[in-house]
C-alpha cells in the first residue's frame, strides 16, 4: 500500500469507495462523494490524497479551507476521510491522515480541523478548543491540530461552500 496525491484517472473510483464507506454510517447524508466532487470543482481540493495497492484504490483524504469569522486564515478542514470498508481497522486511514496532515504542514498552513469522533482523531493531536466553535454539532465533536500558527484563531468556522451544496 502507498499514498500518492490524486490524479485524474482516481476521480471516480475516489467517489465509489467514499460512498461505500459512507453506506451504513448514520450521521451521513450520503452526499459525501458530491462534495468532494465539488471542491474539486471549486479549486477547494488542497490536499487531496489516495492509499493505492497495487491497481485498487482503498482510501482517500481531502483537505479544504476553511474560514474563520467569514475570513480566510490559511486554516483547513480534514474530510471527507474514507477507508474501504472490507480494508478497515489495517491502518490505512490513521495513514491518509497522518500523511494529509504532513502535507498541509509543509504547506504552512496554521493548522486544521476535524468534525468527527474524538476517540478516532485525538490520536493525531486533535484537541477541543473553546476558541473555535462550530454551529449545529457536539462542540466535543469538533477539534483542532495547530500546525504551523503561533496562536489559534478565535471564532466561528465555516467549511468550503462545497459542503452546503
Ligand atoms: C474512519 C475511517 C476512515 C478509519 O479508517 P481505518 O483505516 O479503518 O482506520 P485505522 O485502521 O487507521 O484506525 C483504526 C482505529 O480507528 C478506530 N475507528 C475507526 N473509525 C472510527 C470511528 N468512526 N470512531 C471512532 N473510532 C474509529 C478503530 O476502532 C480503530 O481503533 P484502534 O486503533 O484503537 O483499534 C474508516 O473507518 C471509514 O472509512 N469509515 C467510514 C467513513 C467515516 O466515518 N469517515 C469519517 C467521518 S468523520
Not at 466532487?37 to 490536499?47: I, Q, S
Not at 479551507?65 to 490513521?94: A, E, F, T
Not at 482523531?121 to 484537541?127: A, I, K, L
Request: include cysteine; aromatic fraction near 8%; charged fraction near 20%.
Amino acid at each position: 500500500m502507498h499514498i500518492r496525491q490524486e490524479r485524474e484517472s482516481d476521480c471516480s473510483a475516489i467517489a465509489e469507495v467514499t460512498a461505500q464507506a459512507f453506506a451504513n454510517v448514520t450521521h451521513s447524508d450520503h452526499t459525501e462523494p458530491d462534495i468532494i466532487k465539488r471542491l474539486r470543482e471549486a479549486g477547494d481540493l488542497l490536499v487531496s490524497l489516495v492509499a493505492i495497492d497495487g491497481s485498487h484504490l482503498l482510501g482517500h483524504v481531502a483537505f479544504s479551507p476553511i474560514m474563520i469569522n467569514r475570513q480566510h486564515c490559511n486554516w483547513y478542514g480534514l474530510g471527507p476521510v474514507s477507508v474501504r470498508p472490507d480494508r478497515h481497522g489495517q491502518g490505512i486511514g490513521s495513514a491518509l491522515i497522518r500523511a494529509g496532515l504532513a502535507q498541509l504542514s509543509s504547506l504552512n498552513a496554521g493548522g486544521c480541523v476535524v468534525l468527527g469522533d474524538p476517540a478516532y482523531y485525538r490520536r493525531f493531536g486533535f484537541e477541543q478548543d473553546d476558541r473555535l466553535r462550530y454551529e449545529g454539532a457536539p462542540p466535543e465533536y469538533f477539534m483542532r491540530l495547530t500546525l504551523n500558527a503561533q496562536q489559534v484563531p478565535s471564532g466561528s468556522v465555516a467549511y468550503a461552500p462545497a459542503f452546503t451544496g
